[in-house]
């Protein structure tokens, strides 16, 4: 072995160790506190469920029965009912928030670059606030008696002296307010690089606005709107604080399914049943997105 392939293997051992010493805290960080706690989750799931509601051998699907709605008294469609809701909230929130960040964010991209670090900032604060109060201050909004109720009374949309809270409407809007910011970063992000020449051509060709936005304008922000979808659509499908308040314990969501099985309904398999069920949605979520990106021309850019 002559001197060069000396040097050359001591250095590639020292940039071994270099990035085994880069790496090793942050593989660990992940193994103890993500891969652990899943495991042992996915393992629960699968156990039966003890006299005071912890987990026990032997292994069982009985979790699995009881989440579609089987029990010793016979079927029942409540929990299947909470995956619904969960299901239609998500999917109405996220049409909601697309709705309302496209106009938001394609302003923001035209304004003056001054101004569009003021307007982002205005969009991204409110999320650095507890999502337990911004909750409870459109609980003090939706109440009986304020200005809101009263409008909607008056409008016939509800009872007289009712308040838009609790009620499904209003976890709705708790919804898409909490995740506006999310959609609205990655659209902005693809706002920035929208060539706008495209635009111009098919105003030339007589386009209406409607058919350019859809052959020049959603082609080119496809990747920030899967990357917003992703962002909006899973961790809604699992919200536990916004229907726990603002709907007033009659709008429960597959979040809160799971936390009452770990709490006063002292059912663990069950309630790991559902948190499984969360996990495999995510990913099942997270593929879906990824193909329609590829499908639909997101290219390289769409990562997810």
């Not at 051992?13 to 899943?38: C, D, K, N, Q, Y």
């Not at 042992?40 to 509601?53: C, D, E, I, Q």
């Not at 609205?184 to 495209?198: I, M, R, S």
């Not at 304008?217 to 699992?238: D, E, H, K, N, R």
Request: hydrophobic content about 55%; charged content about 10%; proline content about 6%.
């Amino acid at each position: 072995m002559n001197q060069v392939d000396v040097v050359w293997r001591r250095r590639r051992r020292r940039e071994t160790r270099h990035l085994l010493m880069s790496v090793l805290p942050g593989a660990l960080w992940i193994f103890i506190f993500l891969v652990l706690p899943s495991a042992y989750l996915m393992s629960v799931a699968f156990m039966t469920n003890g006299g005071f509601g912890q987990p026990q051998l032997p292994l069982t699907l009985d979790a699995f029965r009881n989440l579609a709605g089987f029990g010793f008294l016979g079927w029942s469609p409540g929990n299947l009912y909470t995956l619904w809701r969960s299901v239609f909230q998500s999917v109405i929130s996220l049409g909601l928030v697309v709705l309302v960040a496209y106009p938001v964010a394609w302003y923001i991209s035209m304004c003056r670059p001054r101004l569009r670090a003021i307007m982002l900032l205005a969009v991204v604060v409110p999320s650095w606030t507890n999502q337990v109060i911004r909750a409870f201050g459109w609980m003090n909004l939706l109440s009986p008696g304020t200005t809101l109720s009263d409008l909607a009374a008056r409008l016939g949309l509800i009872a007289p002296n009712m308040g838009l809270f609790p009620s499904d409407f209003a976890v709705t809007l708790g919804l898409v307010y909490n995740f506006l910011p999310f959609m609205v970063l990655p659209l902005y992000a693809a706002f920035e690089k929208l060539d706008h020449a495209q635009i111009e051509a098919a105003r030339d060709l007589y386009a209406s606005p409607l058919r350019t936005f859809f052959v020049a304008v959603l082609p080119q922000t496809l990747p920030g709107l899967l990357a917003g979808s992703v962002l909006v659509a899973i961790p809604a499908f699992g919200m536990y604080v916004i229907p726990e308040l603002l709907g007033g314990g009659r709008s429960q969501m597959l979040g809160n399914l799971v936390a009452s099985q770990f709490g006063d309904a002292a059912n663990w398999p069950l309630g790991a049943a559902g948190a499984l069920l969360m996990l495999l949605a995510t990913f099942v979520g997270l593929l879906v997105l990824r193909r329609m990106g590829r499908r639909l021309g997101g290219g390289s850019e769409m990562v997810i």
